[in-house]
């Protein structure tokens, strides 16, 4: 399995910043997605970030909003820019091989709260 | 759309008991079936996957597909306390990101 190492962990945001989370892969993955959870609620994705290129946008979710880079096959960052409340959230990062029996493992999530 | 549908709970079992939790999908393309465990405050751990029609054991828990009927089921035995989370199912048909149902809260009493 995969470690995938995230931070920060937890950020207390004014409304109007942006901030920049970024997520480490120990090991080579093909795929690398950003996630975020609701309170209660389960997993929505966001993206698909793509090496190289630019990252492959859920319904409801723009670059303008969530740039997403990832320059290399482990590394990637989401960062959350012209925050408001409502996106008050976990954020995670998750990693896995491409194919049919993709298993796909998460960070640690950072846990984010706009005020 | 793809939908992926679990009874929210929470489901209360007695220790030592099986625990039941299942999961209803749309897709009939959908492939490959994941269980991840998700400890409140905590980021989803992958416990077991499932590709092929029958059941598959891995120590307590024991996952159940069956694609004509469009559904899976994790069984855990022997329940214990700190299997008390939220059970996430997923799934995804191919190259495709997974796609999560809600989850389903198990609470184990001792």
């Known amino acids: 399995s995969a470690v995938i190492s995230q931070k920060p962990s937890r950020d207390i945001c004014q409304r109007g910043t942006s901030l920049t989370i970024q997520c480490q892969v120990d090991s080579q993955v093909t795929m690398m997605f950003w996630y975020r959870q609701q309170p209660g609620q389960s997993l929505t994705l966001i993206a698909t970030a793509n090496q190289g290129s630019e990252a492959t946008y859920e319904s409801g979710f723009v670059i303008d909003k969530f740039p997403i880079s990832r320059p290399n096959l482990t590394f990637s960052t989401l960062t959350v820019s012209n925050m408001s409340p409502e996106d008050s959230s976990i954020y995670l990062c998750s990693g896995g091989v491409l194919g049919a029996n993709e298993k796909l493992f998460f960070g640690s999530g950072t846990q984010l709260s706009v005020l | 759309q793809k939908e992926v549908e679990q009874n929210s709970g929470p489901l209360s079992v007695p220790e030592g008991a099986i625990a039941s939790l299942n999961c209803t999908y749309s897709?009939?393309?959908?492939?490959?079936f994941f269980w991840y465990r998700q400890y409140s405050g905590k980021s989803p751990e992958l416990i077991m996957f499932i590709y092929s029609n029958g059941d598959k054991e891995d120590g307590r828990f024991t996952a159940q597909l069956n694609k004509a009927s469009q559904y899976v089921s994790l069984l855990i035995r022997d329940s214990q306390p700190s299997d008390s989370a939220t059970y996430l199912c997923?799934?995804?048909?191919?190259?495709?990101?997974?796609?999560f149902g809600k989850g389903t809260r198990l609470s184990v009493i001792a």
């Open positions: 897709d009939r393309g959908s492939q490959s």
């Open positions: 997923a799934l995804n048909s191919g190259n495709t990101p997974l796609v």
